[in-house]
């Protein structure tokens, strides 16, 4: 008998990515915007995204700086 495929969808992905990214040392105010947007945002692929995305990216992290006022970085340099 075959066994079903694994069935994984986007957020399933973006967890696994996030909790690497935590694992890692990613900045906590990235992970958020990964969670939030379901992408990630870098200097590589930001000539593929739309303007709407980046603007979506560039809200999650200051939402993440909002809620988090004593980060010692201050700023979302994204």
Known sequence: ???DEPKTGPADVSR???DAMERAGV????VYAVRACGFVY???NAHTLTADQRSRWDAALDRWF???PDDPEGTTGG
């Open 42 to 44: 870098t200097q590589e």
């Open 66 to 68: 909002l809620d988090h």
């Open 1 to 3: 008998m075959i066994e």
């Open 16 to 18: 696994t990515l996030t």
């Open 27 to 30: 900045h906590p105010a990235y």
